[in-house]
Every structure is written in structure tokens, then in C-alpha cells.
């Protein structure tokens, strides 16, 4: 099992950018894909962007694609999510997930056995 702690969220202008971090801890989170998903207010819980064990493989969602990055760093057990031209639509509670898997990250978030409490990002128009 892995406990992802999420750190990072703000309020930001819209254009700006912010950094999210996720720091795994536990059960060899090395062994685990990990992503991150929001959930904004009435909406269901959306896939981002997620990432590989080894970090080789990346996907995103249409709606960040050029403006997210994520990344991970295995010397520090931590996954961060770089947010660039961020939208009022951003807006949301952003969520890091572990997924025990040594393929690449999956976008449905039942695949997903570990969470985060969340974080909030805010962008205002």
C-alpha cells in the first residue's frame, strides 16, 4: 500500500502558473504508476495526466495537454504535476493516485488503490 500526500494548490490568476507535488510514501512506491485527477465542484473525478513506474511513459488528457507536465522523481519517491496557462476551468481539488502496475498508467480511476485527501486550486479569471 502507498499513502500519497499532496502539497502545492493555491490561487492563482488565470495565465499563471503552479507546481503540485505528490510525496508517496509506503510499500515500494516504485513499483506503482501514479496520476493525478480533479474534481471540480459538481463534476465527477477526471483523469489528468498519469506516469509509469520508470517514468518512460506519460499521458494527459486533451483538456491539459501542452500546458500539464508531470514527472517523478524515484531517488525522492515524489511526483509532480507543473501546471502552465492555467484556465478559471481548472479550477478543481487535484488528487494524486497510486496504481499498482508495472504497464503504463490507466485513466479510469477504479484502477487506482491509493489516494490522496487533495489539494485546491483555484484560478481566477
Known amino acids: 500500500q502507498v499513502k500519497p500526500v499532496e502539497s502545492g494548490g493555491g490561487l492563482v490568476q488565470a495565465g499563471g502558473s503552479l507546481r503540485l507535488s505528490c510525496a508517496a510514501s509506503?510499500?515500494?512506491?516504485?513499483?506503482?504508476?501514479m496520476a493525478w485527477f480533479r474534481q471540480g465542484q459538481g463534476n465527477e473525478r477526471e483523469f489528468i495526466a498519469g506516469?509509469?513506474?520508470?517514468?518512460?511513459?506519460?499521458v494527459y488528457a486533451d483538456s491539459v495537454k501542452g500546458r500539464f507536465t508531470i514527472s517523478r522523481d524515484n531517488s525522492k519517491d515524489t511526483v509532480d504535476l507543473q501546471m502552465s496557462s492555467l484556465k478559471p476551468e481548472d479550477t478543481a481539488i487535484y488528487y494524486c493516485?497510486?496504481?499498482?502496475?508495472?504497464?503504463?498508467?490507466?485513466?479510469?480511476?477504479?484502477?487506482?488503490?491509493?489516494w490522496g485527501q487533495g489539494t485546491q486550486v483555484t484560478v481566477s479569471p
Open positions: 509506503g510499500r515500494s512506491p516504485r513499483q506503482y504508476a
Open positions: 506516469i509509469s513506474h520508470s517514468g518512460g511513459i506519460t
Open positions: 493516485a497510486a496504481e499498482h502496475t508495472w504497464g503504463p498508467p490507466s485513466r479510469s480511476s477504479r484502477e487506482y488503490e491509493d
